[in-house]
């Protein structure tokens, strides 16, 4: 079946986005990125914040209320319908509640030819590159790292701490059909 | 009939983006913001440029090519998707075909309540603003101001010439059922 | 004696800096635009926050710490130092402590031709235009706007409530000399 | 001598930035991070470009012309009159000259303490990241990679390719006394 659906599951600094850039770099044909960052940024004040919206701890935990569910799965039924449309699409995301998050995308998704990528990096390392990105929210990297790949079933994985993004970029290429 | 699609159209640096914010700040539900320029920063390089992509000239016009328009189109079926999907939506964009470009969004929101607000701005107050914000591509606001608009049927047309953001958010806050 | 630093003092979103933009295009000489906020971005984590260092209170009020200021210090100094090797600068600064502020800043430029400029908006619409610009921290424009003017003495006031930011900078530029 | 200046040179897409900000986090004292693309950032429009300001080529090739030199001159005396006011900075650059580049920072930082640290990167894989960085300009991590080290003296040279950003920060940071 032919690919539709790029999906990057990794945590905060795990090097999702990079991958992503790299992807449209080498692929032939054009694909769009998108990313539940880009769901944030389109948010009123009112979803920024604890409650009903996202908010974001001092440790680095992502809080996730109603509002946001409710928003976010409109969203992502949009984002399903993009794909069908013809768009190609790299889809990053972070797992919060790991094989419950993939089940809920995989929903959305049904009937789309979906390549799952696991996007892992050695938490310390993942630590260090927070620190180089220089992001006032830290702690991100350390309580994401291992929780968002919890019972998630990936088509490849792919591991940022020694490999580079555009060598993880060509291996994942490589399971593009 | 429920409004479920805010579009704001007008030429660059007529104010459309702060318009957005305000009405999501002052509308008692949530909605979310998008754009054009979002698909933008969503391309891969390649579409990026002259030919099949989107490129931009150096007296500010504006190129596309049949690749943008493909993906465009397949990204507005998914935007229009959200919006079935429950999510409220202000969308802001630039009709650069005018009427035919209201017609080809029209043909996508089918069946939704839309609000069809024009967002005007005196060409030489636009160029100015353009300076002020100090983007490195000039002469979009004076090439697009006058022609975005013809044609366009609108429900409401607001003028930042002299009328600040929210002052126009709370005229078109008035329109939304 | 000629302009060699033009100095712009407001509240946060008053339109320093589209002003800055706009003396930039319009000047006929090359002039590099600083701003407080430069340092600010340059700060390292641990001046960010309560303390030695600069924090952003919820109700948008600003608290400074002796580090910060030490800091500050000495970067003005290497501000003055630019001007003085011949720089022209266009320096847009929140005087927090009005007449205070002024004389400290004052005293750093000795020697040097300035021309203070006060750039003032209405306190109403600087809160619609802070909202409009979408800054996470709110409360910023109302606490500002009347606190920093306070016992200062200018060469040339400006009001962006109801003039465009390019023409505030085209009266500010028949100042220059 | 107690380190007062910190300079980190590399070519682009080499890792400065991410080593600058672990030293700002790391170092038991405050240091902030200077660059010369906060001065290109700080460029009126009419130094923007070929002839007498900074302009970046197609194949991202940089150049300069005497406009820009001239305020670069007078930047880097402000630059150095900060750090003799007491304020640690950490400057990164790019040695576009190589050798003659160290001599012309090196005359304006006389008198100071200066740590030269050479940012060393494996070309392909600096190629690699400005693909995945994303930035619309490529060909700047090729073209600079070997040229800016050219002649340079360092008390201590690192290299990204296999090392962190972290780890190259904590190698510089036991030579700060």
Known sequence: MTTQVIVLNGGSSSGKTG????????LPRPWISMSVDDLVDALPPSLMGPGSGIAFGQQGEVMVGEGFRAIEAAWMTGVAAMARAGARIIFDDVFLGG??????????????????????????????REIARGDRTSGMAATQAEIVHQG??????????????????????GHVV
């Open 99 to 128: 094989a419950a998050s993939q089940e809920r995308i995989r929903t959305h998704l049904e009937g789309l030819g979906v390549l799952w990528v696991g996007v892992r990096c050695d938490p310390e390392i993942a630590v260090g």
């Open 19 to 26: 991958i992503a850039r790299c992807l449209q770099a080498i």
């Open 152 to 173: 998630v079933v990936y088509d490849i994985e792919v591991d940022t701490s020694h490999t580079e993004s555009l060598d993880c970029a060509r291996a994942i290429a």
